[in-house]
């Protein structure tokens, strides 16, 4: 069901690089960008596609994601609301070869180059902010690898579901609750491993107390075991 125009609008204001637009703008902008809605599982983007746009995630959480020659999804990263994306040059971001599929129900909104452009020139704090949040996508990016890189199977996977506790893990009665359902082979290709090799980590991590699953949704019982295995590794 379309959200309504003041809907639009408020989940806009959330977008960072959006914050120097006066709410006169914010309302143009809402109503110049229609909105994508995504079910779970949708592709919202293929190689296929190849237009400069920038993709402004306002409700839900995505996967960029792509297909090695074996025919298997390497994750780049998972994109949460409130975050940009996109194939653009003026940016220095490039989609090439990439998917997009939403993980959960998402509603995206896209910006053309002239759109953006626009409001760039008209409001320069938007390019700056752009910038800055393009500049930490890549410090964020380097850094986990960099934390990646000489640890075991084990390790790298408590590290991730670290990272996803963070992003999204819900507190409830002690422990900690990822809500978005990530399969064996999403989480072996965000750290670099088969899904077997996941599956072991997994035993390992249920093993020592620190996870364990309910309904198919990660759970963490224990959260400092689950850092010290993440450190140790």
Same mark, same amino acid.
């Given at each position: 069901?379309?959200?309504?125009?003041? !809907?639009?609008?408020?989940?806009?204001?959330?977008?960072?690089?959006?914050?120097?637009?006066?709410? !006169?703008?914010?309302?143009?902008?809402?109503?110049?960008?229609?909105?994508?809605?995504?079910?779970?599982?949708?592709?919202?983007?293929?190689?296929?596609?190849?237009?400069?746009?920038?993709?402004?995630?306002?409700?839900?959480?995505?996967?960029?994601?792509?297909?090695?020659?074996?025919?298997?999804? %390497?994750?780049?990263?998972?994109? !949460?609301?409130?975050?940009?994306?996109?194939?653009?040059?003026?940016?220095?971001?490039?989609?090439?070869?990439?998917?997009?599929?939403?993980?959960?129900?998402?509603?995206?909104?896209?910006?053309?180059?002239?759109?953006?452009?626009?409001? %760039?020139?008209?409001?320069?704090?938007?390019?700056?902010?752009?910038?800055?949040?393009?500049?930490?996508?890549?410090?964020?990016?380097?850094?986990?690898?960099?934390?990646?890189?000489?640890?075991?199977?084990?390790?790298?996977?408590?590290?991730?579901?670290?990272?996803?506790?963070?992003?999204?893990?819900?507190?409830?009665?002690?422990?900690?609750?990822?809500?978005?359902?990530?399969?064996?082979?999403?989480?072996?290709?965000?750290?670099?491993?088969?899904?077997?090799?996941?599956?072991?980590?997994?035993?390992?991590?249920?093993?020592?107390?620190?996870?364990?699953?309910?309904?198919?949704?990660? %759970?963490?019982?224990?959260?400092?075991?689950?850092?010290?295995?993440?450190?140790?590794?």
């Amino acid at each position: 069901m379309p959200m309504s125009l003041q !809907e639009q609008i408020r989940l806009l204001s959330m977008v960072d690089i959006l914050g120097p637009l006066s709410d !006169e703008e914010m309302e143009d902008l809402a109503k110049r960008s229609p909105d994508t809605f995504l079910e779970q599982g949708d592709v919202l983007y293929t190689p296929k596609d190849g237009t400069e746009r920038l993709f402004i995630l306002k409700k839900g959480r995505v996967q960029l994601y792509e297909m090695d020659r074996g025919g298997e999804e %390497i994750t780049l990263s998972v994109v !949460e609301d409130g975050n940009v994306f996109g194939e653009m040059a003026l940016t220095g971001q490039s989609l090439e070869g990439v998917y997009v599929r939403a993980l959960t129900p998402s509603t995206v909104v896209s910006l053309r180059r002239e759109d953006l452009e626009d409001l %760039i020139m008209k409001k320069p704090e938007v390019g700056l902010r752009l910038i800055r949040e393009l500049a930490e996508k890549l410090h964020a990016s380097e850094a986990r690898y960099a934390d990646m890189v000489g640890k075991d199977v084990p390790a790298r996977l408590a590290t991730q579901i670290l990272t996803l506790v963070d992003s999204e893990g819900v507190v409830s009665s002690e422990s900690y609750r990822i809500p978005t359902h990530y399969t064996h082979e999403q989480l072996g290709t965000m750290i670099g491993c088969k899904r077997v090799a996941v599956t072991r980590a997994f035993s390992r991590l249920k093993k020592i107390g620190a996870v364990q699953l309910k309904e198919r949704y990660i %759970i963490v019982k224990d959260i400092d075991a689950l850092q010290d295995l993440a450190e140790a590794g």
